[in-house]
């Protein structure tokens, strides 16, 4: 099985910081990853699919990238808003998916 | 307004069955594949099955396997996952989620999980 590693497992950034989440892929996946944002308390939200299409109505400073075996996120200026926990999930053995650990981001 | 209500969640011995269910509403429920995501208490997100548009492609995370049996009927909008021999590690939120594809048994027709439901409480405890 394809295991799914996220790093860090936690951040703490200052508002209008870069953030960078990282996903890695024990084997390649092709662009067949999602991530999702969850905020404290509230249901998952997809944020972009096919590693790098922003989904409708997820803010600009959110974006993806990679392929293959590498794949990161990156919030370009954090806001606080942005607490959350952030979740890659893999689809390229459909309709087998996985997971990533998550990577909780905090405010500084 | 796009949609998904579990429920049948509850306190259940190990080893026992329950069955969640899923009403779907404000999207043509047959054109898309579904999912059964859970999130034990204080730990990440874990995908547990899922089903393509046309019931032709389930595919079930390996903890589960043998134990849990995912099915949906369109003519119903609903989504159900009948859990049977029970244990106490699958205790958690179950949520119901909607794939932005109709699924299939290739990637390219996954997309990611846009609509989630609120879920359903799972307790497994004697």
């Known amino acids: 099985d394809i295991q799914m590693t996220q790093s860090p497992s936690s951040l703490s950034a200052s508002v209008g910081d870069r953030v960078t989440i990282t996903c890695r892929a024990s084997?390649?996946?092709?662009?067949?990853l999602a991530w999702y944002q969850q905020k404290p308390g509230k249901v998952p939200k997809l944020l972009i699919y096919?590693?790098?299409t922003l989904q409708s109505g997820v803010p600009s400073r959110f974006s993806g990238s990679g392929s293959g075996t590498d794949f990161t996120l990156t919030i370009s200026s954090l806001q606080p808003e942005d607490v959350a926990t952030y979740y890659c999930?893999?689809?390229?053995?459909?309709?087998?998916?996985?997971f990533g650990g998550g990577t909780k981001v905090e405010i500084k | 307004e796009v949609q998904l209500v579990e429920s049948g969640g509850g306190l259940v011995q190990p080893g026992r069955s329950l069955r969640l269910s899923c009403a779907a509403s404000?999207?043509?429920?047959?054109?898309?594949?579904m999912h059964w995501v859970r999130q034990a208490p204080g730990k990440g997100l874990e995908w547990v099955s899922g089903?393509?548009?046309?019931?032709?492609?389930?595919g079930y995370a390996d903890s589960v396997k043998g134990r849990f049996t995912i099915s949906r009927d369109n003519a119903k909008n609903s989504l159900y996952l009948q859990m049977n021999s029970l244990r106490a590690e699958d205790t958690a939120l179950y949520y119901c989620?909607?794939?932005?594809?109709?699924?299939?048994?290739?990637?390219?027709?996954?997309?990611?999980?846009?609509?989630w439901g609120q879920g359903t409480t799972v307790t497994v405890s004697s």
């Open positions: 989620a909607k794939d932005m594809g109709p699924g299939g048994y290739a990637a390219i027709y996954y997309y990611g999980m846009d609509v």
């Open positions: 404000g999207f043509t429920f047959d054109d898309y594949a």
């Open positions: 089903i393509s548009w046309n019931s032709g492609s389930i």
């Open positions: 084997q390649g996946i092709s662009n067949y």
């Open positions: 096919a590693a790098s």
């Open positions: 999930q893999k689809y390229n053995s459909a309709p087998s998916l996985t």
